[in-house]
Structures are given as structure tokens and as C-alpha cells.
């Protein structure tokens, strides 16, 4: 059966905003805070009930979808069943990207669910960030919305803003990097250069597009991690119909359904507006 991915990308709002309403709902409450195991940075460790609630409530609203369409389904929260190598489209769903900050709660966490074909190219992207109720949205050839209204980049004229993750900041090669970057971005006019290092991946990538022009950049590394699958499709859909950078730090084509992992560790991340 042929998509419908209008249909669908109203299938993923939804499910979005169902799951934002869960975790806008748990704020203040006492959390049980649990971790996944070694390996992880604290970030993308940690894992509370509310992940959990949001994940169900997000597969509840899909299902119907998924048994229409013959869709797989890949998600945070559960064990990756494989089905995203058999159909043509899956769904890649993470129910709280960001739940550091949200357990912090401060900004920085939001709900991800992109549809992503077998061959890793997202074709709609949905990211709602519950702490300022913004809905981001894009589909292939539909453009970009944010609350419903045609999305424009702002860029300022003064400032460039560099988008981290905390685990980035502490290692050893950091202040080195921040030296050259400043100096690039000095060379090309701006003066003032600002550092946000306080979200998951998906409001990253929408802080990029949000403090234009910025950058949100992850090295490869040999570990295993880097952030999943389901930390860049939605943003890679909604970069793409922007016509913005969204790659893999050598330039080339993020692997959106990576064989051999569920991690983006052997090839980093570059976003950029």
C-alpha cells in the first residue's frame, strides 16, 4: 500500500502531543529514576517511568497506523525487533528525548517520532517540546511548520552559537575545539559566540535553527553511543526540507539505519544553519 504521509505525519503529531501531555502532567512529581547500565554517559542513561508512559501512549496511537500501512517500528524504550531491516518504513520513536533535563526539569527535553524508509532516509519528522509547547513538523516535499505556521530561519548578524552535550564539554579536546571554532566564526564576522549545552539531540538540533546561525556537532567515536537512531531522524526530515546541513561529521549521509548498531557513535553528527 502507497503512504499517505500526510495522513501519517497527523498520526505523529498526535502521538507527539499525547506523550507531551503525559510528561508536561509528571513535572514536579516525584520521579523513579532508574539507569540502563555501563556504557552510557549520564544523559543517555538515564530512564524514569515517564519514558515509559510516553512510549506506551505513543505506540498506542500508532498501531493503527502501522497495521494499515505494514510499517516497523523502532523505538528508545524497547529492544530493537528488527523489523526496520524487513519493512519498507518504519517508525522511529523516542517518547523523551532529554531526560536529564527533564528529570532537572529545565529545558532541553522533548518527544521525537519520525517515519524513516528501509534504505535510512526520513521522510516526516515531528518534535515537540513540551517545556515552551512548540510542534515542529516537515514531511518530504511539504516544507516545515512550527505551531502550524510555515517555519523561517531567523539568523543574527552578531552572534554564533555553538549546541553541546554535557559529556562533550568534559572531555579533554574540548577547550581546543571551542579555540578553533570561535576563531572561524570571529573570521566570518561574529563577534559574540555563545555555548547551550543543556539538551537532548532533538531540541539541539531545534536550538540550532532557533539561535541561527549555530552549530550542533558530535565527534565519531570508537565507543559505543553517540545517540541512537531515533536522537536524529525527525531532525534530519526537518533540516532537509529547510535545505540545511544534517550530516555525519565528514559531510555525508547520516546511516539512519545502521546495520551493525543502533548507535551514531562510528560517524558523528553536523547540524548547521
Known amino acids: 500500500?502507497?503512504?499517505?504521509?500526510?495522513?501519517?505525519?497527523g498520526v505523529a503529531k498526535h502521538a507527539a502531543l499525547k506523550?507531551?501531555?503525559?510528561?508536561?502532567?509528571?513535572?514536579?512529581?516525584?520521579?523513579?529514576?532508574?539507569?540502563?547500565?555501563?556504557?552510557f554517559s549520564l544523559a543517555a542513561s538515564v530512564v524514569t517511568?515517564?519514558?515509559?508512559l510516553a512510549?506506551?501512549?505513543?505506540?498506542?496511537?500508532?498501531?493503527?497506523?502501522?497495521?494499515?500501512?505494514?510499517?516497523?517500528l523502532l523505538s528508545e524504550e524497547q529492544l530493537d525487533n528488527k523489523s526496520r531491516f524487513v519493512k519498507d518504513f518504519f517508525w522511529c520513536v523516542d517518547p523523551l528525548d532529554g531526560t536529564l533535563p527533564f528529570t532537572e526539569q529545565v529545558e532541553?527535553?522533548?518527544?521525537?517520532?519520525?517515519?524513516?524508509?528501509?534504505?535510512?532516509?526520513?521522510?516526516?519528522?515531528?518534535?515537540?517540546?513540551?517545556f515552551r509547547n512548540n510542534l515542529y513538523e516537515a514531511r518530504v516535499g511539504?516544507?516545515?511548520?512550527?505551531?502550524?505556521?510555515?517555519?523561517?530561519?531567523?539568523?543574527?548578524?552578531?552572534?554564533?552559537?555553538?549546541?553541546?552535550?554535557?559529556?562533550?564539554?568534559?572531555?579533554?579536546?574540548?577547550?581546543?575545539?571551542?579555540?578553533?571554532?570561535?576563531?572561524?566564526?570571529?573570521?566570518?564576522?561574529?563577534?559574540?559566540?555563545?555555548?547551550?549545552?543543556n539538551g537532548g539531540a532533538s531540541m539541539n538540533a531545534m536550538w540550532v535553527l532557533?539561535?541561527?546561525?549555530?552549530?550542533y556537532i558530535k565527534l565519531p567515536k570508537t565507543l559505543e553511543g553517540g545517540g541512537g537512531l531515533w536522537d536524529f531522524a525527525a531532525s534530519v526530515c526537518i533540516f532537509s526540507e529547510l535545505n540545511l546541513k544534517a550530516t555525519n561529521y565528514a559531510g555525508g549521509k547520516l546511516d539512519l539505519n545502521r546495520i551493525d548498531s543502533i548507535f551514531m557513535n562510528h560517524e558523528g553528527v553536523w547540524f548547521e544553519s
Open 108 to 130: 532541553g527535553y522533548s518527544v521525537a517520532i519520525a517515519l524513516v524508509s528501509k534504505i535510512g532516509t526520513p521522510v516526516l519528522g515531528v518534535i515537540y517540546d513540551p
Open 55 to 72: 512510549q506506551s501512549a505513543i505506540f498506542e496511537v500508532l498501531k493503527k497506523s502501522i497495521e494499515r500501512f505494514d510499517l516497523g
Open 1 to 9: 500500500m502507497e503512504l499517505d504521509l500526510k495522513y501519517l505525519l
Open 19 to 39: 506523550a507531551g501531555k503525559i510528561i508536561n502532567g509528571s513535572l514536579g512529581k516525584e520521579l523513579n529514576v532508574q539507569l540502563k547500565g555501563e556504557g
Open 210 to 215: 532557533e539561535h541561527a546561525p549555530a552549530a
Open 142 to 197: 511539504g516544507g516545515v511548520f512550527k505551531n502550524e505556521v510555515p517555519y523561517q530561519v531567523e539568523r543574527s548578524k552578531n552572534q554564533f552559537t555553538f549546541i553541546t552535550d554535557r559529556s562533550f564539554m568534559k572531555t579533554e579536546y574540548f577547550d581546543g575545539f571551542i579555540y578553533k571554532l570561535k576563531l572561524v566564526a570571529k573570521d566570518k564576522g561574529f563577534n559574540d559566540f555563545k555555548i547551550i549545552a
Open 49 to 52: 517511568e515517564v519514558d515509559l
